[in-house]
C-alpha cells in the first residue's frame, strides 16, 4: 500500500503525540477547543459524518473528508481509525495543504 504524503504527515503528527483518534476523542478533542484539525475516514458512516461536520461546523474546526479507515490507522500505526483530530495548528496547516 503507496501512502501519500498527507497519510505520512499524519504519521509524524501522531508520533509527536499531537493526535486524538476514535469518535470519543476525536469528539473531546472539538469541544474543549485542542483540534485543529478533524480528519473523518471517507468510508465511515454517513451519521459519524453528519455528526463530526455539524460539530465542527459549530465549533470552526476545519474538517476533511479523507482516504479509507484502514489507510488513516495503518498511518498511525494503529488498526482502523474513522475519525481523528490533529492538535497542533502548524501540523494541521501542513496536513491540509497536502491533502487540497
Known amino acids: ?3 501519500d504524503n498527507s497519510l505520512r504527515m499524519l504519521g509524524i503528527a501522531t508520533k509527536a503525540g499531537k493526535v ?3 469518535e470519543f476523542m476525536t469528539e473531546n478533542a472539538v469541544k474543549s477547543g485542542t483540534a485543529a484539525l478533524v480528519i473523518i475516514a471517507g468510508d465511515a458512516s454517513d451519521n ?3 455528526k463530526f461536520r455539524n460539530m465542527c461546523e459549530y465549533y470552526e474546526v476545519p474538517i ?3 482516504s479509507t479507515k484502514d489507510e488513516l490507522g495503518h498511518s498511525m500505526g494503529k488498526e482502523f481509525r474513522a475519525s481523528l483530530a490533529v492538535n497542533d495548528e ?3 496547516q ?3 495543504k ?3
Request: charged share 25%; glycine share 10%; proline share 0%.
Open 1 to 3: 500500500m503507496q501512502m
Open 20 to 22: 486524538s483518534s476514535g
Open 48 to 50: 459519524t459524518k453528519k
Open 64 to 66: 476533511r473528508i479523507y
Open 90 to 92: 502548524g501540523l494541521a
Open 94 to 96: 501542513a496536513i491540509m
Open 98 to 100: 497536502k491533502m487540497d
